[in-house]
């Protein structure tokens, strides 16, 4: 579903990632774990296609096309979604109207018909109250003065509500209480587990993974997959620590 | 009627001289607007859609009067504001407007605040967004007398400038002759800001989308009290969408 092929990028002149390579099958959730500086987030925004990180080499196939033929925005109406390690404030815009547009832009973009004003609302209603985020945040002005934990809890409110193909998530589990932990993994796997999506999780610790079984783990260092393995490894670095089981 | 006003005076540098000629001849005087003692008003200026269009007013608030002024300043060729407003004790005046305009549109915002008793406040926020080679400019002057002790004023001026040959000027100035105030004032030029266009397209919107939507943001916050829907909400969103496309 998502093939990535000796993936070079580099951000202002510095390349970060050196020949990365990596595919998620559809139906399967894969983690990326490696230490800061790696290059993870990185990977992520390439993905996105966020101005100045440069593809400088290699190729990416998302559900078969080539995804660095598509605009930001086409990408996200393909069915590509990015959680953010830093979601990013808006001022005087809306949650609900951000999604709202934003929803129906993606709905555009795929030809299909805006939703109604009342549709929209019970969807995001329904998706604010599994992930446990009062419905009368989507009030306020996008992302402003939410708390760390809120900020990703509204990040897999939107997730629920544009309901990708596949979801990059750059640390949606970093900043999150015991509770929220829960919450954003079980919205993970009622939103994301199914036959035709597909899942990169980017996280530094096991935790998450207890709630989202990933179907592999691969250790990204340097820019460069060094190591993959089963959701053993997860657990294995997270006793051991990168040297010991780089070694 | 008089003579057009000098270039050198302050309250016109930045008049669109051309467009002013035209009109300055049938330009009726300020309005004048008095309101009572304890009595509260709210005003709403929407344009008129006529290219060049001048709106003065006067203002008198008596004791514990209070003004909301909210206004949209987009007239296509030269709009401008002129407020002279004067505050007795204890009066409360709120302005919250903007320009908006594209094109080679000069739109301008003129303000004189007199604060002449004490414990009066002042409040003026005005956002601007400017696209083609338009000019927009806020002069504001707030007066603090010598008896107005305990006032407080704010001037907050933002612009945005979505292309290269736009220009903003924003001059906000205090005179103050009493010791016991709080008076603030801050003005900011700038673009709109990229990660946030990328986190807007990251959710699906294509960038004319995207844009509008964060200068609506910018501007819309102005008007929050009116609700998203009210008509000079509508009209600058309108506005804003089609400097966009
Ligand atoms: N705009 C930038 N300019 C210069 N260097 C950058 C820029 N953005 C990222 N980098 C560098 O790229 C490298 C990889 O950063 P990245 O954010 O991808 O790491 P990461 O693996 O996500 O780390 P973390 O676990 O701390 O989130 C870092 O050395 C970082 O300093
Ligand atoms: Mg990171």
Redesign the pocket.
Known sequence: MLKIENLHVA??D?P?LKGLDLEVPAGEVHAIM????????????ALGGRP?YDVTDGSVAFAGEDLFDMEPHERAANGLFLGF?YPVEIPGVSMLQFLRESLNAQRRTRGEEDLSGAEFIKLARGQAEALGLPADMLKRPVNVGFSGGEKKRAEMVQMGIMDPKFAVL??TDSGLDIDALKAVGEGINRIMRAQNKGVLL?T?YQRLLNYVKPDKVHI?VAGRIVKTGGPELALELEEEGYAEVMA | MTALPSPKDEMWRYADRTALAEVWDALSPPEMLQIAAHNEVQQIWQPSGEEIEIRRATITLEKGARLSLYALNSASRYGRIELDVKLHEGADFAFDAANIGGGSATLEIVTTVRHVEPAANSRQSVRTVLGGTATGSYAGQVAVARDAQHTTSEQDIKAMLLDRGATANAKPELEIYADDVACAHGATVGELDPVQLYYAAMRGLPPEEAKALLLEGFVGGLWDALGPDSPISVEAREQLRAMTR
């Open positions: 951000v202002g510095k970060i490696g230490p800061n500086g790696a290059g993870k987030s990185t990977l992520a925004h100045g390690q750059d640390e980017i530094h990204l």
